[in-house]
């Protein structure tokens, strides 16, 4: 059977062919790209159904920011910010919904009114108790790597894949299968340097001796505005689907994008010129 992720509700998304793109809904007031953007809930569900108009596979939702030096959130107030953005969007679309939290509490919450899929920023190594919420719910886990600090002598890629080995443990342990796990190796201001960054898109593959499926979410980072000079988030939307075909060429079987249009597009070239002569139209 073809690689998959099993949603909840029996649902399965194939990981087989070119790579699931999840759209981001930041409800958040100081997100490094977007936030402030969305005010309201109104606002983030009218945004969330339009990334699924615009080809987004799965869609991202989060009330916490994870820029450096943010300011922290209880769970209440994390919760009063997406779950109104959840149910809204789960009412006008199945296209499957993303819980972006490293909190038990949310997570749970949020799968049960309705989304599929758990994405943590920290792994399930900050409160590990997320990893038995997935499996409970029988969803898929998300575990990205992080850190709290920036060293740029450091090996890290031998850090990325240390980290990601113990939170694939954790996850296991609890009862998640392998299986339903998808490591990603945290793209930006993650406690690296921008060339370490670099380094992480450059070496993608080696993630793949984990043995899961791969994310990557570069969009909009601040490596890309390194690269090119741009200084603006939005304004590093080619340079992010360049990040990212590279990334689809290198084992990513998820991409994680703001500008979903401009990645639908890049992609249905990319799988044109992909496929064998005599099969293209």
């Known amino acids: 059977m073809p690689p998959a992720l099993t949603l909840p509700d029996g649902r399965r998304l194939a990981l ?7 759209g981001i809904v930041n409800i958040t007031p100081d997100s490094f790209s977007d936030g402030g953007m969305l005010r309201d809930a109104e606002q983030a569900i009218a945004h969330g159904v339009r990334l699924v108009g615009e080809g987004a596979d799965i869609v991202d939702i989060g009330g916490e920011s994870t820029r450096p030096g943010h300011a922290p959130l209880d769970a209440a107030t994390e919760l009063a ?7 809204g969007v789960r009412e006008q679309t199945p296209t499957p919904l993303s819980i972006d939290t490293w909190k038990a509490e949310v997570a749970d919450a949020a799968l049960a ?16 108790a997320i990893a038995g919420v997935a499996a409970r719910h029988g969803a898929p886990i998300i575990l990205m790597h992080n850190r709290e600090t920036t060293d740029p002598a450091l090996d890290i890629l031998s850090d990325v894949l240390r980290f990601l080995e113990r939170s694939i443990a954790i996850a296991v342990a609890a009862g998640v299968p392998r299986e339903q796990i998808v490591v990603d190796p945290g793209i930006g201001l993650f406690g690296k340097t921008p060339e370490q960054s670099l380094l992480l898109i450059r070496e993608l593959a080696a993630l793949k001796e984990l043995g899961c499926p791969v994310l990557l979410g570069a ?12 200084s603006v988030p939005a304004e590093r939307v080619a340079g992010s689907v360049a990040a990212h075909l590279y990334g689809a060429t290198h084992g990513a079987n998820i991409i994680r994008a703001h500008d979903i249009a401009a990645h639908v597009q890049a992609f249905k070239v990319w799988a044109a010129l992909s496929r064998p002569l005599e099969s293209r139209s």
């Open 16 to 22: 087989d062919a070119a790579p699931l793109l999840m």
């Open 81 to 87: 910010r997406v779950l109104p953005v959840i149910k």
């Open 219 to 230: 969009s909009r980072k601040s490596v890309i505005g390194v690269v090119t000079g741009q």
């Open 113 to 128: 009114a309705g989304a599929s899929i758990v994405n943590d920023v920290w792994g399930a190594q900050r409160d590990p």
